[in-house]
């Protein structure tokens, strides 16, 4: 079962129409939360005047910060620094508003739409003060004395504050050294990244109840990082985490935003417990896209010394980020992440990189699928093919001089990456180039290309490679049990945010047991039904929740073989397993594992020799994060009369360790790619000056559709098996969306003939209009 | 915490108003059902017509016979003998009703009142048959040929049987030669009890829905038994155990009848899975009295043969048991426990029993607090007071010379109790009784009595002494698990029918932590939280889940202790517990319990040397009940006018081995006091002659109110305690049920100055006004 394109036993499920998303919780007697938010990007609130929404019939409670007051700001699930601390979001805006949509005061009603309607009749006064919205201006003070002073007479205690939150270098080598060597030559490169995000086709939405009963406090709908969540909305209601059950629903995408811990989630438990009235919450889309976690925003400034051969001797950069108006859970993971990944495929002897997290007016920004990788991957692939240009050698060539050698591995750079040590644990990065120009036909699409060229169209080809990084321990969990009738039950600390962790694992439970994978039941993200979970992110379940589950089904196995032996008086030598069935070999007795599990079923055995019920428990403990690495490539094509990009072809090749179901990793890398092109070519957050969202509805946020995204082609190679872990597995989660931006900019450049004349994405109709009538001369100028 | 009179964890809710009943769980898009029933108590089906009732709107289904055909008949959870299956009950009558209440049909609509509705309008044909009603006649044919022709015209293939599903005897020794001996004297008794049950406070219901996103089948409101109903529903719907999920909600009260698996609950749960929509059914007083099992309803014949120092050489027994119209899930237990614990505290040289299990077109009858030793033991006192008035000894000297010695114990008794090897564990039944008397002063009793009988007034002592059986095993289990800030969780496999399971499990774990035991949370009746659990019956949980939750905290200190002892660099004989905080003796350093799970946080900690997490499991396995044992004792007046009775004092003298809590024992008392008192002197369920019920609401069927009941003395003793367990405790959750009717029955003799002129309960104020005018001569030659 391990390796087969196996059907996702989710689907089932899914394609009846009978998942359960957040909205599909319902409670008898609900009230539903509409959230009053800031039409203000930057104000000091004068007044909130609920009288009004209170007067309507069903309307049950109007909170202001005044309310909430006891309630901490958010912390930090990743990457806590301590200078971020002062900038963590407040679950309700006390005395000022700092990005339009920042909550501001909540509604509680019996139906939504009442809800909706009172939410308007609450009556703000705020003050606006000027947006700051530049990261890239120098940092202005982000609470002034006058700030500060209106702050203190609303009770609130406002230390000054800088605009840049968090300053940050890391790096190993000389880097002053090198550069100031004399030898080699210097290229520059500076690389944006538009601000965009992960957009799920689900909103937000979360339904809490205080089961009185029980003593706990019930929480639907919050994917991605339930135990986390947990212990998190325990600690807001000064509850014991094993008080607080979180449950997560169906989801309809997370890629990052969604199932982390914002504002609204907060608001609903805390009005569970205090109203003691079941509280659902569900966003709507213009809602999401002012208040979700917003990601990307990066500009970066790259400077190489670079030998006569090509080789990158020194990189130095820095980057600016556009965090927004508060730091949220991810703290400073996305900065460190782009830090860290900076360098993906090549040697590079001295580095460092200077971070800027940056405050301004606008949504709060988090990780968004491979963070800080994209942004970092784009920059640096602008980069080398900067210096391909400049030294007249192919893109090509200068990537396979500066990769680190198959030899080399396990590589060690000595830097740190979401606080474990950076060894880069397996990988032949040449032999990936190898195959996927063979796969792809890299040198017969150069023919096409040049062909058409000649012909007159504008179409080009490029390339883009990357690392990625996947099983972030440091620990996950699963159990197997089997009942009295052999069913067969995963039960784990897994999250699913939509990826099909649950056919993954129970593939690897089916390969131990050879049983259909098909007839297991996998639970999880029920923090009542498993003690401890990381969830799902960093592109770490099939690595971690994969090896627990592997260790849980061979104990579980043994368990079951042991007890076949002392019953049917064999060695366990003797036994195998086929079907569900122990069985002796060469013989025709044996016991399936549902006979079995009776024979350890304590109310029917009273002389057990093992403990009760066949079930194990099994755990993979990492200290090291895997790599795995890919190429991406892009064919595109520009009409010349109305700079129309149309991506012709896109080729993914991606080596992954293992793929535990080969079609889940390429519905991964397709997904990943429909992303990746959103970022490069349609989606931008854009305001205006004053701070107001300019992209609050999908016909101004622009998502690739169908029509927009080609079928994406596929090459999963499994020439590196990670040695970390017992299945050899990497991760696919990310790498889809990974190189995207940096192989579409380098075709596009291609199909201008206007090397590094791409440097900020997303690459609008309006920009390729512009570069295709100017003189291509003129650019280069200003570029080197 | 052991011993101490804690308050019940339980209450905080329940006092509130907080509790969760079946009624109270409510599901979005619920359907309720309604079930018709037979107005007849045997007869033939011609139609049943649901036309009307579906025309109703909101109707959703109605089902007959025809709908649920694949459903099996309900099966055995206990005493499972062959000869009763064929009268197992069907989930609907098919072709022959055989009492009144008997479902017949469903019917699914959106609101209770529609369904009710409905439900009169279903058409029912039914065509009637006389109606046998007296177990103490001579069998009859239950299916004869007439009724099987029928049947088989209705497709349904009925064997001829006998009014008598079951006859069996039991005993030891060799009564006929000691009969035949010719030395002692020949005493008999003819003994009745009335038929009648549990009513608990709430009827029975259940809420079902089968969640398609989880691919379970979740039941609300069973307690009792959740896990072997769980396997049963699973069964019945053609699921594996795993795929259904049994919660017990509050109940207001178990008794025995409460909480088995009956028709209604096979039909909502089936319901749940083909109609996909929660199912909830809500029985009514009315259909309660009907529906749910009753019991009691047994008539015994004793001889035994008694040497001139009235000791019992021989005791020859049979009983006939009222089962009603079909045997349900208790299979064979009333008869079999009757059987088996008759000989109560006595020595009883040989002893021989035979069992009359007999079928009457009544509602079917199951277990009811202290099944069998309430009948046995009344039946058995009553005979001892006999012997004492015959003899010219004390009723109390008989019983001293005859009970088991302290000095013989343990004691074994040749037969077997509830498919256990019956051996009395531990006691002292003479000890007890110089307790009672001491503690309730029964020669002060004594003298007042006679100073008012010399008064005129017809008052009376008696008492009867009974031995209880309790911790049933052959298993029960509990994890305790440690949050990281510090919560305990007790999940564990026990059932909670009221009794305060919760805080006793509570305090045992506090008591080895030593934290408070109003902290813990005690999770219980969750299939989806621990895997086995056998239930909350026969007096067993305190035993068997009390010793394993004593187990698994035992375990989980030690865990505790080695990772502190690791932490700190101390010997782990250095460390001990104070306040959930593990110390080093005689230092300042110290671990809380919530430090240490922090340091088994496998999301936390790296180089775990334990198991992560701190928990432990632990289980207590046996294959012996242990034998509790008490004294009834009761002073009562007769009014001559009218013949009614007043209880003044009732007094309890119990030995538990060890009381974990003395305050819900003293409550088990003078609960099952008060149910005694029911059977004793007020509950009977009558029948016409046409089989039509007398008895269908409490208008009719009489249950003592707080009016009725006196303030019920007690004292519990631990002379006795268990060496079968680690606690050294017996049960409490009967014992104030047993010997009501022998104790009230020998204190109207007393009071009536007749000597063994009760031999039937309920004793109402009718026979008691005949018995106060006719002569007691005349009444005492018809009894020897």
């Known amino acids: 079962m391990i390796g087969a394109r196996a059907l996702r036993i989710e689907d089932r499920v899914l394609l009846r129409g009978a998942g359960r998303f957040a909205a599909d919780t319902q409670r008898a007697g609900e009230l539903h939360m509409r959230v009053v938010r800031s039409p203000i990007a930057h104000g000091r609130i004068v007044s909130i005047d609920g009288t009004e929404a209170l007067r309507l019939d069903g309307v049950t409670a109007v909170w202001t910060y005044a309310d909430i007051a006891d309630l901490p700001a958010i912390g930090f699930r990743l990457t806590p620094r301590e200078e971020l ?61 006058e700030q ?92 014991t985490p094993s008080r607080v059950v979180v449950r997560e629903t169906h989801v309809g995408g997370g890629f990052g935003p969604r199932g982390e811990l914002y504002p609204e989630d907060v608001l609903v438990t805390v009005a569970a417990m205090r109203l003691r009235a079941p509280i659902k919450w569900i966003e709507d889309r213009q809602e999401h896209l002012m208040a979700t976690n917003h990601s990307r925003g990066q500009h970066h400034r790259l400077r190489a010394l670079v030998d006569d051969d090509g080789y990158i ?73 900067t210096i391909a240009h400049g030294l007249g050698l192919s893109r090509e060539e200068v990537r396979r001089r500066n990769f680190i050698g198959r030899e080399q591995m396990p590589y060690e750079r000595p830097i740190e990456a979401m606080g474990t040590h950076m060894v880069h644990d397996s990988g032949d990065y040449a032999l990936l180039f190898d195959k996927a120009a063979e796969r792809f036909g890299f040198s017969t699409i150069r023919e096409i290309v040049s062909r058409r060229r000649a012909a007159g169209e504008r179409v080009g080809f490029g390339f883009g490679y990357f690392v990625e990084k996947s099983g972030i321990g440091p620990s996950e969990g699963a159990r197997v049990v089997i009942d009295d009738a052999g069913g067969v039950t995963v039960i784990c600390g897994a999250s699913s945010v939509g990826q099909g962790v649950d056919t993954v694992l129970a593939q690897v439970v089916a390969e131990v047991l050879d049983v259909p994978h098909d007839t297991i039941r996998v639970v999880r993200g029920r923090t009542d039904q498993f003690q401890y979970g990381r969830g799902a992110f960093a592109t770490r379940l099939a690595v971690m929740a994969g090896s627990a589950a592997l260790n849980a089904a061979t104990a579980l196995r043994d368990k079951a073989f042991r007890v076949a032996a002392a019953e049917l008086a064999v060695s366990v030598e003797q036994l195998r397993i086929r079907g569900g069935v122990v069985e002796v070999e060469g013989s025709e007795q044996g016991l399936s594992l549902g006979q079995i599990a009776g024979l350890l079923d304590p109310l029917r055995a009273n002389d057990l020799k093992e403990e009760p019920g066949l079930s194990a428990d099994g755990w ?24 129309r990009l149309e991506v012709e072809r896109f080729m993914v090749a991606y080596d992954v360790g293992r793929a535990l179901n080969p079609t889940l990793v390429e519905g991964q890398i397709a997904g990943g790619v429909a992303q990746g092109l959103g970022g490069a070519l349609y989606e931008e957050f854009l305001y205006a000056p004053d701070g107001t969202p300019l992209c609050t509805t999908f016909m101004d946020y622009l ?76 650019h280069l100028t200003t570029k080197e």
Chains 1, 2 share one sequence.
């Open 85 to 145: 601390l002062p900038y963590r979001q407040p679950v309700l805006a006390r005395s000022i508003v700092r990005y339009v949509g920042e909550p501001v005061a909540v509604v509680f009603a019996e139906s939504s739409y009442l809800a909706e309607d009172a939410a308007e009749l609450v009556d703000l006064e705020i003050e606006p003060l000027p947006a700051h919205l530049d990261p890239d201006a120098e940092p202005v003070d982000w609470v002034d004395a």
């Open 148 to 239: 500060a002073s209106w702050a203190a007479g609303h009770g609130e205690n406002l230390p000054a504050q800088d605009s840049e939150a968090s300053v940050f270098t890391i790096g190993y080598g000389d880097v002053d050294a090198a550069f100031s060597s004399g030898e080699g030559r210097v290229f520059t490169m500076d690389a944006r990244i538009g601000r965009h995000t992960g957009v799920p086709m689900e909103c937000r939405g979360l339904v809490a109840v205080y089961d009185e009963a029980e003593g706990q406090l019930i929480v639907d709908g919050a994917a991605k990082v339930p135990f986390w969540n947990r212990e998190a909305i325990a600690a807001m209601n000064g509850l």
């Open 313 to 385: 001797r020194a990189l130095d950069a820095s980057f600016t980020l556009d965090q927004g108006a508060y730091v949220r859970t991810h703290g400073a993971t996305v900065a460190s992440l782009t830090a860290s990944m900076l360098p993906g495929p090549y040697v590079i002897d001295n580095f460092r990189v200077t971070a800027h997290v940056r405050l301004t007016h606008k949504t709060p920004a988090g990780t968004y699928r491979s963070p800080g990788r994209y942004e970092g991957t784009f920059a640096r692939e602008r980069l080398i093919d």
């Open 620 to 643: 993979f403990h990492t200290d090291h994060m895997t790599y795995p690495y890919g190429l991406h490539a892009a064919l595109v094509r520009i009409d010349e009369a109305t700079g």
């Open 703 to 778: 998502i690739p559709t169908s029509a927009e995204v080609p079928d994406v082609e596929t090459l999963v190679t499994e020439d590196a098996p990670s040695p970390l872990n017992p299945l050899g597995v990497k991760g696919a989660g990310e790498g889809g969306t990974t190189a995207v931006a940096a192989a579409i900019a380098s075709a596009v450049d291609d199909a201008l003939q206007q090397p590094g004349a791409i440097d900020a994405v997303p690459i609008t109709p309006g920009t390729l209009h512009r570069l295709l009538h100017q003189t291509t001369t003129q």
